[in-house]
């Protein structure tokens, strides 16, 4: 996490100074017991969620629906898993349909730098995507991806096909893993960071994995979507 005083070149700096720190896979495929209680937690909070969150993607549908008769309520999308495995991500659609399309003429107005598109007055998010974005609320539709096995409840967050072949041999090491619904970058500055700070904070989680550090991370998450931080 970029700290106050230390700017991007420093955390460059840092990064190209850590590239020596591997993650071994086989440490990370040895821990049995904590990935079989993960993913027993996984399914049951993900079952429990979305039936507690019925009434909420009810109405989110409504609201979608209301601002764009013509549009889908979800969107769906190809992101990078384990061991670079494809799978298709769902999220409520906060954006104009045309959304993918419109990318390419935004690229160079990106907020953040590396592989990574963040913009903060993305002019493609529709007036409903706003609220839900800035609640996570969007988010909710990947619970199915949990249940799936294509997603964790707490990891690094997919990229995209276009991100990954960005990536170099040290940033790969965030597919080592499944990825998560919510980590340590959702619940910390989020998008005061970049993308190399970004990456060591998901390799941060990958070393230090633990029951009770995914529990902190989710309760975290809870009072984030409660109390937004600066999520766009």
Not at 31 to 54: G, N, P, Q, T, V
Not at 162 to 185: F, H, M
Request: charge should be positive; hydrophobic fraction near 40%.
């Amino acid at each position: 996490m970029q700290t106050e005083g230390h700017g991007r070149g420093d955390f460059r700096h840092y990064h190209s100074l850590t590239n020596n720190n591997t993650i071994s896979k086989d440490q990370i495929e040895k821990r049995i017991l904590y990935h079989f209680f993960k993913r027993f937690f996984d399914e049951l909070l993900s079952i429990i969620a979305i039936i507690l969150l019925i009434p909420v993607f009810v109405v989110t549908a409504i609201l979608i629906k209301i601002e764009d008769p013509h549009g889908p309520i979800f969107y769906s999308q190809i992101r990078i898993g384990k061991n670079n495995r494809p799978f298709r991500m769902y999220k409520f659609r906060s954006m104009v349909t045309n959304a993918d399309e419109r990318l390419k003429t935004l690229l160079d107005q990106n907020d953040v730098e590396g592989a990574m598109f963040k913009m903060k007055s993305d002019p493609r998010v529709t007036k409903v995507g706003g609220i839900i974005r800035k609640y996570s609320i969007d988010e909710l539709p990947q619970l199915i991806n949990v249940v799936k096995g294509d997603m964790s409840l707490v990891g690094p967050r997919p990229p995209l096909r276009r991100e990954v072949k960005e990536y170099t041999k040290y940033d790969k090491q965030r597919l080592l893993v499944i990825p998560g619904c919510t980590g340590l970058w959702q619940v910390g500055e989020r998008n005061n960071v970049g993308f190399h700070e970004m990456v060591e904070l998901d390799l941060k989680y990958i070393r230090e994995a633990g029951i009770l550090l995914d529990f902190y991370i989710l309760i975290r998450t809870i009072i984030i979507m409660i109390r937004p931080n600066n999520a766009y």
